[in-house]
C-alpha cells in the first residue's frame, strides 16, 4: 500500500511502526535501556546498554528468540570475569562475542580473555533511533557505536546501525569495526544467533547449506548425522556443537534457517563469508537450557588460544575499517519449502 493510501487510515504511524526508548524497572534488568522497535506484526528490542544487541524478537505474537535461565538482566560485575560469564550469557535473538576473544575463556601472555569476550556488556553511545518515510517505505532505525579499549591496550570501536521497513518482516544489521590505535589489534567477531521455544520445537528443522560437519568434541560426535533436526527436551543432556563448511553463492552470499513447519514460520539469517567464514551451530536439548545457535564468526569456536597456536588470529592493521551484515527475515508459507531448495542449489552448484 502506498504512503498516502496508509496515511488515509491513520492518524500516526506509530499506530503501526515506531521505535520508542524505554528503561527496564526491576530485578537485575533494572535501569537496563532499550529501544522498542515496532513494524507491524514484526517487534524487537535493541539493548543499548548491551552492544545494540538484540533481545526479544517476535513475528505475529510467536516469539523466535532464546532466553537463558537468568533471564533479562544488565551489566554485572560478573560479565567478564572467565567462566562466570555463564551468568550473565542471557541469549536473546543475538548477541555479540569478540572483539579480543570468542568463546572458551583463556589466558595469553599474562592477560585474561572473559568467555565470549567484552563487547557483548558493552553500553552503547551516541545512540540515535529514526523513523520517517522513504517513498512509499517507512525505515525505523537504532544507532550507535561501543568501544574496546584499555589504557596502553586496544582502541577497537564498533560502530552499528539497525534497521527494518514497514511493511516487512526483515531485521538488518549494519556493522563497521574500525581499529583507531596505532597497532595492529586482534579482532575475533562471532554474532551469537539464538532460536528459543515455541518458534523452535520438535518439529523443527535447521536448514544449512552445509557442505562438511564436524563435530566440536566427543559429546557431539555421535548426533553429527541429526544436526538438522531439532528433538523434544531431554533433562540434563549435554550441549553439541558443530562447526559447518557452508556453500554460497559467487559473490559469498549465504545464510542459515530454523524453519518449523508446524507453526508454518521460520528464521532465515543471511551473511556473507567472505566477510565472516566461519559458522557453528550449537545444539542443546537440555531440558531448560533449549536452543538452536546459528553462529556465524570470523574466527573458530576453539578460540584465540587455536588460532595464536596456528599463527592465524585475524588481525587488523592501525587504522583499518572492516564491515558486516547480517540479515534475519521470518519466513512463511511456501517460503519454507524454498529455502530447502536454495540450500541444496547453493551445496550442488559447489560440486558441478
Partial sequence: MKKEEILRRVGSMQQLACVRPVTFGEGRSENMKAVEVKNGPLQFQVLTDKCLDLGEVSWRGIKGNFLSKPGLMGRNHFDTNGQEALRSI???????????????????????YPMHGRIRTTPAEHVCSDAFWEGDAYVLTVSGEMREAELFGENMVLRRKITTVFPGKSIVLEDTIENQSFRKEPMMLLYHCNVGWPLLGEDCEIVLPTRKVIPRDDDAAPHADDYSRMEAPLDNEPEYVFLHELAADENGETFAAVINPAQNLGIRI???????????????????????????????????????????????????????????????????????????????????
Fill in 90 to 112: 542471557m541469549g536473546g535473538m543475538m548477541f555479540t562475542s569478540g572483539l579480543e576473544n570468542i568463546c572458551p575463556p583463556c589466558t595469553s601472555g599474562g592477560k585474561d
Fill in 270 to 352: 543471511s551473511f556473507n563469508v567472505k566477510e565472516l567464514p566461519c559458522f557453528m551451530q550449537w545444539k542443546s536439548r537440555a531440558s531448560g537450557d533449549y536452543v538452536i545457535g546459528l553462529e556465524p564468526a570470523n574466527s573458530s569456536v576453539y578460540g584465540r588460544l587455536y588460532h595464536e597456536e596456528r599463527g592465524d588470529l585475524h588481525m587488523m592493521e592501525p587504522q583499518s575499517v572492516e564491515t558486516k551484515k547480517l540479515v534475519f527475515t521470518f519466513l512463511e508459507g511456501e517460503e519454507l519449502d524454498q529455502i530447502k531448495e536454495e540450500a541444496r542449489y547453493l551445496v550442488e552448484g559447489q560440486k558441478n
